[in-house]
């Protein structure tokens, strides 16, 4: 098998999305003894399974992969760290950069790994955020992270991110609404409800899906 070539492929992939060795393994739950022999050329006879996945993470094909097809142009952009979105990942934001996530997709400190379940038409838009803390428990526990769609209009039942006027980051809420009348109901309590103002609070987005681990 063309390991050199694999290996020349590796590095500028991981070159392009600005990822070590270590963190591709970490993003696609591998070994990081075999994400590292793929990238110094050390490994002779690489699993498929390894190869489809890191095909797959960054768009590419195994022939592409491989070397035996040219990888297309956009992966050696000088710019490329810029503006260079993994197929299967969305910006990982926190809750304090959620507020102004238009601003934060431009250049995001971390990628989250995510492929859309269902066709939506403004995934560019769509990013996660990390719960640090347990005001959520248990329903959404410590470090779940939520893939939130900014451009969704909120049903009844709805958990939102809702950023009130003045507060730095924003809370997670579950949005109800019984005709004109719209409230936004605690988690651990739904007996407490503020209602919608829209004056003094602003819906950053909807909760779409949540992932939790349940290991380190």
């Known amino acids: 098998m063309r390991t050199i070539s694999l290996m020349n492929v590796v590095k500028q992939l991981l070159a ?11 993003l696609l739950k591998l070994p990081t003894p075999t994400v590292h022999r793929l ?8 699993r498929i399974s390894t190869l489809i996945l890191i095909a797959d993470y960054f768009g590419v094909t195994i022939d592409q992969l491989m ?5 297309e142009k956009h992966f050696y952009s000088k710019n490329i760290n810029q503006n ?11 809750l304090r950069d959620a507020c102004k996530f238009r601003t934060h997709l431009q250049n995001p400190p971390h990628w989250f790994c995510w492929q859309s379940n269902t066709d939506y038409d403004d995934d560019e838009k769509i990013f996660a955020v990390k719960i640090q803390n347990n005001l959520y428990d248990p329903l959404f526990a410590q470090n779940t992270v939520l893939i939130i769609n900014p451009e969704n209009a909120a049903k009844n039942g709805d958990y939102v ?3 009130f006027d003045d507060d730095a980051a ?7 609404s019984e005709g004109k009348n719209k409230y936004f109901c605690t988690i651990n309590d739904e007996l407490k409800t503020t209602p919608y103002n829209q004056k003094e609070m602003i819906m950053v987005g909807v909760v779409i899906e949540a992932y939790r681990n349940f290991r380190d």
């Open 67 to 71: 070397g035996r097809k040219k990888l």
């Open 84 to 94: 260079f979105r993994l197929p299967f990942s969305i910006p990982l934001l926190t």
């Open 39 to 46: 990238a110094t050329g050390e490994v002779e006879d690489p």
């Open 16 to 26: 392009c999305a600005d990822l070590t060795a270590n963190g591709l393994a970490k």
């Open 170 to 176: 924003p809370v997670l809420k579950r949005y109800m």
């Open 161 to 163: 991110l809702v950023n």
